[in-house]
């Protein structure tokens, strides 16, 4: 069966966020100040909650049986079209789903942002049995680890973890490239993780792992 490793880059909902905190009158940068400062006056962080996020980019990396890999953000297009895309990927290759923290934050927004365009999800989506999220099998407490941590354990290259206010200041800056050069580099790590869980737990072994681990072969940009 294929492997699908996703990341989503999300942004504040400028126009619900607005409407819900009778913000209106702020452009884009006073409305983001605004509802960063309510929501950590309420939870002590700035993480936005689920139905406030709307998705700008997503970044895909596709393995086959064989290795071969197809990798791809997806970006640029509307919010719909992002995900009606995303959707008919999964359905043409209807891979294992690998994520880090995905049954939470990636479900979760996917599942908010489909309700508000009223898009069909994904069957195979749909499935939880297709979804493997890689923090959820390592870690048994709630307190999650983050991404870039376990990168750095492995030794892999790890970039600095970008909150949500950093996220959306360099969206605000125009500054996209960085963005998608982020999320990219949290799929690949996701994958080579994902890879070295297989090899530990008896999935693959050495011969197969370090065939899989050594095609690097870069983003196309949609």
């Given at each position: 069966m294929s492997i699908l490793?996703?990341?989503?880059?999300?942004i504040p909902d400028f126009a619900t966020g607005s409407k819900l905190h009778d913000l209106q009158g702020l452009d884009n940068k006073g409305t983001a100040k605004a509802l960063f400062h309510l929501?950590?006056?309420?939870?002590?962080?700035?993480?936005?909650?689920?139905?406030?996020?709307?998705i700008i980019a997503i970044s895909i990396l596709?393995?086959?049986?064989?290795?071969?890999?197809q990798r791809t953000t997806l970006s640029g297009d509307p919010e719909i079209e992002l995900l009606n895309t995303f959707f008919d990927i999964l359905e043409s290759y209807k891979p294992t789903i690998v994520t880090w923290n995905g049954e939470f934050f990636n479900s979760e927004i996917i599942s908010y942002r489909s309700i508000k365009y009223s898009i069909q999800i994904s069957p195979h989506y749909e499935n939880k049995e297709n979804?493997?999220?890689l923090n959820n099998a390592m870690v048994s407490s709630s307190e999650k680890t983050p991404l870039?941590?376990?990168a750095t354990l492995l030794g892999l290259e790890a970039e600095e973890n970008q909150d949500s206010r950093a996220i959306c200041e360099h969206y605000l800056a125009n500054r996209l490239d960085d963005l998608w050069a982020y999320s990219e580099n949290n799929v690949v790590n996701t994958y080579h993780i994902y890879l070295r869980y297989q090899l530990s737990h008896g999935k693959i072994d050495e011969k197969t792992y370090t065939?899989?681990?050594q095609n690097k072969k870069g983003f196309i940009r949609g």
């Open positions: 490793t996703y990341s989503l880059i999300t929501q950590a006056q309420k939870t002590d962080s700035e993480c936005l909650p689920s139905y406030l996020q709307q596709l393995t086959d049986d064989m290795g071969e890999q979804h493997f999220d870039e941590d376990v065939t899989l681990i």
